[in-house]
């Protein structure tokens, strides 16, 4: 679309493309009625609609914007218009000045947890208004979330807002994999929890610098959501930490309300004498309790050392290429792919057979933990939520974790299993064994290209490259 040339509802005139998303595309506008400048959402109607379709699909985005209209807050970015161009909707909106939190978080890395317990609390009372007014969100995420010069946090994109028991997602437009609920992701009802879930993912984001279920492909990260907890948000502290692990409670009802978070970040008094999301065993100073890694005190207030390590030792240099070839019984070839990774390839022609891959990373103590409780709230957090992702999931089988003796202080291995897909004969498997040692946390992985799904995997060529990386770590 030539956006200096498009004038829209004999109105608003397309100044520049701002951004674009599953939902649609934003534009930059003037509002030449009342000469002022404004966004214009462009709603994406998917391809495979009939006619008919279309025209509920558009029905539907008026009546939605409409609602998401009367919504009034300071964190709300205020809805004046919707028009519509053929059976195109377009939603009307005030153009908000500064930049989206996922933008600063990219830029800037992890965000203090006092910024981001801000940040939390003004999203929070945006929601708290829509829910009073029977409104759900449906996309809360770091690119919904603006921040001022100032701090101060505004939501996005009430355009798309959907009413409570109404339809979901229209056709599936609405939302990003990893900021949407388990029960969202499995076609259930959603509701207010499912929009505290989605806050709870991008205030994790924004404290520990990437998403909680970051993956590679979509469809990783949607089975992440459903199957996996999160590694426990060090960076975040044991207060905020925990709230955020609550949050992203795969049962609606076992999340925090928007009254206990709202508590929560505010760190009133009422809140620290609650103590709501701790159980009876973490305050008897129990090491872990269930999947995903809740620490008692005893772990908690240990003293602030660093550990061995100030930082990640470099990959490349704990396996020698040489080895690094008997290991794999062939030629290798070494990439640094990137920072705390090194790979090890064996190549048929263009085609990568099989590979080994080491990755190194350097917990850092922070108010509330020492650098080797860090690595091992991280550790124990990894081993529950792996051990909980036995079974299959589209095509990847993974299977049961086993732990290793003699890599590190504590190590484990597991197999996964993954179709091509565009077969089901063949495809690539890994052998992934996760180890810790002081304050640092370490992977070795063996991945095979173009096996056959009875193949055996080869979790002993793993374990036995981790006792070279481990060894060199030693020395």
């Not at 807050?73 to 377009?90: E, K, R, T, Y």
């Not at 969202?184 to 909680?212: F, I, K, M, Q």
């Not at 048929?348 to 091992?376: F, H, K, L, M």
């Not at 096996?451 to 770590?473: Q, Y």
């Amino acid at each position: 679309m030539q956006a200096d040339f498009y004038l829209l509802a004999g109105r608003y005139r397309l100044v520049e493309r701002l951004g674009e998303g599953g939902a649609g595309t934003v534009w930059r506008a003037i509002d030449q009625t009342l000469d002022r400048q404004v966004a214009v959402k462009q709603m994406r109607l998917p391809a495979e609609l009939t006619p008919r379709q279309r025209a509920e699909f558009a029905d539907r985005a008026i009546h939605e914007a409409r609602s998401a209209g009367r919504l009034r807050d300071p964190a709300i970015v205020l809805v004046h218009d919707v028009v519509l161009d053929g059976d195109q909707p377009w939603i009307v909106m005030d153009l908000v000045a500064g930049r989206s939190l996922d933008k600063v978080i990219k830029e800037r890395g992890p965000l203090p947890p006092e910024a981001v317990a801000r940040i939390g609390l003004q999203v929070l009372s945006a929601l708290r208004v829509a829910h009073a007014h029977g409104i759900l969100h449906q996309d809360v995420k770091p690119a919904n979330i603006m921040l001022d010069a100032d701090g101060s946090a505004m939501l996005t994109d009430f355009g798309i807002a959907t009413p409570m028991g109404g339809r979901g997602d229209r056709q599936g437009t609405a939302g990003s994999p990893g900021y949407m609920a388990p029960e969202r992701l499995n076609e259930h009802a959603a509701g207010p929890a499912s929009d505290l879930w989605s806050l709870g993912a991008s205030l994790y984001t924004a404290v520990e610098g990437r998403p909680p279920f970051e993956r590679a492909l979509p469809a990783a990260v949607a089975a992440a959501v459903l199957l996996h907890e999160p590694p426990f948000p060090a960076r975040a502290g044991r207060e905020l930490g925990g709230l955020l692990m609550a949050m992203l409670a795969k049962d609606p009802a076992a999340r925090p309300t928007a009254e206990q978070i709202g508590e929560r970040l505010s760190g009133s008094p009422r809140a620290r004498r609650r103590r709501w999301w701790l159980v009876p065993a973490a305050l008897a100073a129990v090491a872990v309790v269930g999947v995903g890694g809740w620490y008692g005190l005893a772990v908690l207030n240990g003293p602030k050392e660093t550990g061995r390590f100030a930082s990640a030792p470099d990959p490349c240099g704990l396996i020698g290429d040489a080895r690094a070839g008997q290991l794999l019984k062939d030629t290798v070839q070494r990439l640094r792919t990137r920072p705390g990774e090194c790979v090890w390839q064996v190549r048929d022609g263009s085609q990568i057979t099989r590979s080994i891959i080491v990755r190194t990373r350097a917990e850092q103590p922070d108010a509330d933990y020492s650098g080797p409780a860090v690595a091992r709230l991280r550790f124990d957090s990894e081993h529950g939520s792996r051990a909980a992702a036995k079974g299959t999931v589209f095509r990847k089988t993974t299977g049961l974790l086993a732990d290793v003796s003699g890599v590190g202080e504590a190590a484990f291995v597991q197999d996964t299993f993954e179709f091509y897909l565009s077969s089901t004969e063949s495809g690539r498997s890994d052998s992934t064994l996760l180890f810790r040692t002081s304050n640092l946390v370490g992977e070795v992985i063996l991945h095979r290209e173009d096996v056959k799904p009875n193949t055996p995997a080869d979790r002993k060529t793993a374990i036995e490259a981790a006792r070279v990386v481990s060894a060199a770590l030693d020395n």
